[in-house]
T-cell receptor, first 114, second 116 residues
Framework: QKEVEQNSGPLSVPEGAIASLNCTYS??????FFWYRQYSGKSPELIMF????GDKEDGRFTAQLNKASQYVSLLIRDSQPSDSATYLC??????????????FGKGTKLSVKP | EPEVTQTPSHQVTQMGQEVILRCVPI?????FYWYRQILGQKVEFLVS????????KSEIFDDQFSVERPDGSNFTLKIRSTKLEDSAMYFC??????????????FGPGTRLLVL
């Protein structure tokens, strides 16, 4: 059973600080890694994706991937109260076919205090 | 900006009844998916669909579930005889690229299904 693990939190950071969200995955063959943001009662919204080892930056967000350690993280710089949400880590799965369907972690709840 | 749409936003049904959840994927996308999220739990994959047939399905997607693309725009999920445990938020998603080519999935707003 392929698993994606996240600390459920809540993670509380002050406004303007860096929030660091972590995720580990069990399948060494996973190739695609995604971070989604989910506000309460809403659908997952894509924040970033990363396929290669290293860092990928997009505005205030940086995704980091370490395939050897089976670890992916998301850094949010200059955190804002509007960043308060649950952050979902998702990894491409394998149900015997194309390995494109997503396996989600339970998510980390982030709270940014003004 | 193109987006996935879903109807209805909320559905209440009696146990044993059939429900159909509807989705309109992003227009140039070729790969379609259904996921569900039981309240307080993780998002779970149900089924993927490409070229008018199911590509993959999870163990959740049993004989009570079916999917269809009845025309060029809609993608539906049918639950034949609903159970209490089917109560969840159901998300439709679509992607442009093949999953083997790292297709990025975009989610619709969801349908909240409550089975009484």
């Amino acid at each position: 059973q392929k698993e994606v693990e996240q600390n459920s939190g809540p993670l509380s950071v002050p406004e303007g600080a860096i929030a660091s969200l972590n995720c580990t995955y069990s399948d060494r063959g996973s190739q695609s890694f995604f971070w989604y943001r989910q506000y309460s009662g809403k659908s997952p919204e894509l924040i970033m994706f990363i396929y290669s080892n290293g860092d990928k930056e997009d505005g205030r967000f940086t995704a980091q991937l370490n395939k050897a350690s089976q670890y992916v993280s998301l850094l949010i710089r200059d955190s804002q109260p509007s960043d308060s949400a649950t952050y979902l880590c998702a990894v491409n799965g394998d149900y015997g076919g194309s390995q494109g369907n997503l396996i989600f972690g339970k998510g980390t709840k982030l709270s940014v205090k003004p | 900006e193109p987006e996935v749409t879903q109807t209805p936003s909320h559905q209440v049904t009696q146990m044993g009844q059939e429900v159909i959840l509807r989705c309109v994927p992003i227009s140039n996308h070729l790969y379609f998916y259904w996921y569900r999220q039981i309240l307080g739990q993780k998002v779970e994959f149900l089924v993927s669909f490409y070229n008018n047939e199911i590509s993959e399905k999870s163990e959740i997607f049993d004989d009570q579930f079916s999917v269809e693309r009845p025309d060029g725009s809609n993608f539906t999920l049918k639950i034949r005889s609903t159970k209490l445990e089917d109560s969840a938020m159901y998300f439709c998603a679509s992607s442009e690229a093949s999953p083997n080519r790292f297709g990025t999935q975009y989610f619709g707003p969801g349908t909240r299904l409550l089975v009484l």
